[in-house]
Each structure stands twice: as structure tokens, then as C-alpha cells.
């Protein structure tokens, strides 16, 4: 079983910064795309950004130039670098990871559990 935690999130002032993070652990063969979505309150969760094992990113046209996603491969470790925040942004962010818990194992989606970013003043 693979298990994604995720941490950072948290309450800031709109034009603020805040970057989560995500570890996958637990029976890992490999990890391949991961990601963050996100879902605030009335609506469905939508895509906030991807990043492949060769490092290809996707983003949302919502984030674009505000938000960065990165990954640390050995760490099996995603991050989302979030600047100049709106409260529009305000939902609660998931983690993302698609991953093979064994070598002939089918890839898998596994989910966190969520993190709450608040941008308010």
C-alpha cells in the first residue's frame, strides 16, 4: 500500500506565498506522474497542477505564473510553490500520485488525505 501525507498548508493574506508538500511511502516500485488538486466548498475538485518522472509540468490556466510544482524523485517528494495567492485559491489541496507498489504491478491512483489553504485577510 502506498500513503500520501501532505503538509504547508494554512491560512495567508492575499499576494502571499505558502508551498506544500507531499511524501509518498509505504510498498513503492516506482512512482510515476504526480500531482495537487484541489476542491472548494460547493465544487468539484479540479486540477491544480503535474509533474511526470522526466519532469514535464501541466498546470491550470488559473495558476499559470503563480504556481510551481517540483519533485524530488529520490525522496519520492512533490511540491507546490504557491505566490501571489487570491482567495480564489481557498480549498482544500490534494496530493496526487500514481505509482506501482511492485514491478508487476499495475499503476495505481493513491490520494491524500487533503490539506486547507485559506487566503483571506
Known amino acids: 500500500q502506498v500513503q500520501l501525507v501532505e503538509s504547508g498548508g494554512g491560512l495567508v493574506q492575499p499576494g502571499g506565498s505558502l508551498k506544500l508538500s507531499c511524501a509518498a511511502s509505504g510498498r513503492i516500485f516506482r512512482v510515476n506522474a504526480m500531482g495537487w488538486y484541489r476542491q472548494a466548498p460547493g465544487k468539484q475538485r479540479e486540477l491544480v497542477a503535474t509533474i511526470t518522472s522526466g519532469g514535464s509540468t501541466n498546470y491550470a490556466d488559473s495558476v499559470k505564473g503563480r504556481f510551481t510544482i517540483s519533485r524530488d524523485g529520490a525522496k519520492n517528494t512533490v511540491y507546490l510553490q504557491m505566490n501571489s495567492l487570491k482567495p480564489e485559491d481557498t480549498a482544500v489541496y490534494y496530493c496526487?500520485?500514481?505509482?506501482?507498489?511492485?514491478?508487476?504491478?499495475?499503476?495505481?491512483?493513491?490520494w491524500g488525505q487533503g490539506t486547507q489553504v485559506t487566503v483571506s485577510s
Open positions: 496526487n500520485a500514481e505509482a506501482r507498489e511492485y514491478y508487476y504491478s499495475r499503476s495505481v491512483d493513491y
